[in-house]
């Protein structure tokens, strides 16, 4: 079974200051999804990483794939508070039957401080 | 607005009980999927369908049963209710994204259940 892990769970950093949350997976898959949720509110999606040392950037973040090492990141870059949610990652499997599955990380909460 | 539109917002039940919630995709999707998210465990897939049919199942009770209408709104029936069931419901649906090259799942605003 795709056991999907985010590591922090929490992060409380301030801003200005640059951080990484790590995405590891455990079974092969070359779709790696970022979403980002505000308390109380929908996911919305961040990013699409398709392929082995795929980066995307938007603003202040930016997140990579190492399909080989099973590992995705998500780097911050001198955080503001708006950036203060939950994020997400999320790995897709596409099984025999071409059904699609993606599968969530636990979550890391990040809350920026002024 | 995503376009993924799900009612009701908010919902207070007693155990035992049974609810309906219902989903409309995005104009023009035809994938709905549905995921539970709870404290204690996290965003759970349920069930995905597409164009009607059953399509990926996961980890959904026997308490619960979805489909999905001709006209592709989705609505999941969760009955025998218990307090576990306390969550927020989240459906999506799905469609090819030419910016990411890729499906993307849109998110609705989510359903609160609470069971009392």
């Known amino acids: 079974e795709l056991k999907v892990e985010q590591n922090p769970l929490f992060l409380s950093m301030q801003e200005g200051k640059n951080y990484t949350i790590y995405c590891n997976y455990s079974t092969t898959s070359d779709r790696l999804y970022w979403y980002r949720q505000d308390p109380g509110k929908s996911l919305e999606s961040l990013f699409v990483l398709l392929s082995n040392g795929a980066v995307k950037q938007e603003g202040r973040l930016m997140a990579s794939l190492d399909t080989k090492a099973r590992l995705s990141t998500l780097h911050i870059t001198a955080a503001v508070h708006d950036l203060s949610a939950t994020y997400f990652c999320?790995?897709?499997?596409?099984?025999?039957?071409?059904?699609?599955?993606?599968?969530f990380g636990t979550g890391t909460r990040l809350t920026i401080i002024p | 607005d995503s376009g993924v539109t799900q009612t009701p917002k908010h919902l207070i039940t007693a155990t035992g009980q049974r609810v309906t919630l219902r989903c409309s995709p995005r104009s023009g999707d035809l994938s709905v999927y549905w995921y539970q998210q709870s404290l204690d465990q996290g965003l759970q897939f349920l069930i995905q369908y597409y164009n009607g049919e059953e399509r990926a199942k996961g980890n959904i009770l026997e308490r619960f049963s979805a489909q999905q209408f001709p006209d592709l709104h989705s609505e999941l029936n969760l009955s025998s209710l218990e307090l576990g069931d306390s969550a927020l419901y989240f459906c999506?649906?799905?469609?090819?994204?030419?910016?990411?090259?890729?499906?993307?799942?849109?998110f609705g605003a989510g359903s609160r259940l609470t069971v009392l």
């Open positions: 999506a649906s799905s469609a090819f994204s030419q910016a990411s090259g890729a499906n993307v799942l849109t």
């Open positions: 999320a790995v897709k499997i596409i099984s025999n039957f071409g059904n699609e599955k993606l599968t």
